[in-house]
T-cell receptor, first 111, second 116 residues
């Protein structure tokens, strides 16, 4: 079993929908949780990061971390076609420079 | 300002050839990372530099992989005697912090290596 599990999708939604993306993990040492967006043939770009449990909101994006369940989520409100990309969860622990990524979820938002 | 750049963007190698992949981090960034991203997978950590010092090479898959950053800026990832399983996108990332919280890593576009 991999340290970080993420459903690869693909996920297809209509414009304006609320999107929910999720990851589970097994390593209790993870403390920092991130979501990256990766467009086709581009490098990952950081969207959100959180430390420990709780919620963080930034515009249309909300990140949630539940350390007791080892479960993290990213919600996208009022999704736009420009949100179509692969979303990668990533986490790190004590040696926090080393990111462990999920497989990524391919999201398509249809106009 | 300029982001992380990588060259070449695409590389095709015959099995057994040596390849060298270059990374130009954001100017002044002390930390530099290499990741390998296989098709349909998330990036996997290869190695970490703090300035010119290679502090962690635990993710390098074999002794055919070698990375260097001799002057603490540009880095080169070298793969000797390439194998088909080395086919992947090689991502470079840099950060202005030497580890620690808030160590946002900025990624380059990657080099797509195909080994025939």
């Amino acid at each position: 079993q991999k340290e970080v599990e993420q459903d690869p999708g693909p996920l297809s939604v209509p414009e304006g929908a609320i999107v929910s993306l999720n990851c589970t993990y097994s390593n209790s040492a993870f403390q920092y949780f991130m979501w990256y967006r990766q467009y086709s043939r581009k490098g990952p770009e950081l969207l959100m990061y959180t430390y420990s449990s709780g919620n963080k909101e930034d515009g249309r994006f909300t990140a949630q971390v539940d350390k007791s369940s080892k479960y993290i989520s990213l919600f996208i409100r009022d999704s736009q076609p420009s949100d179509s990309a692969t979303y990668l969860c990533a986490m790190s622990g004590g040696s926090n420079y080393k990111l462990t990524f999920g497989k990524g979820t391919l999201l398509t938002v249809n106009p | 300002g300029a982001g992380v750049s990588q060259s070449p963007r695409y590389k095709v190698a015959k099995r057994g050839q040596d390849v060298a992949l270059r990374c130009d981090p954001i100017s002044g960034h002390v930390s530099l990372f290499w990741y390998q991203q296989a098709l349909g997978q998330g990036p996997e950590f290869l190695t970490y530099f703090q300035n010119e010092a290679q502090l962690d090479k635990s993710g390098l898959p074999s002794d055919r992989f070698f990375a260097e950053r001799p002057e603490g800026s540009v880095s080169t990832l070298k793969i000797q005697r390439t194998q088909q399983e080395d086919s992947a996108v090689y991502l470079c990332a840099s950060s202005d912090k030497a580890g620690g919280w808030g160590n946002e890593q900025f990624f380059g576009p990657g080099t797509r290596l195909t080994v025939l």
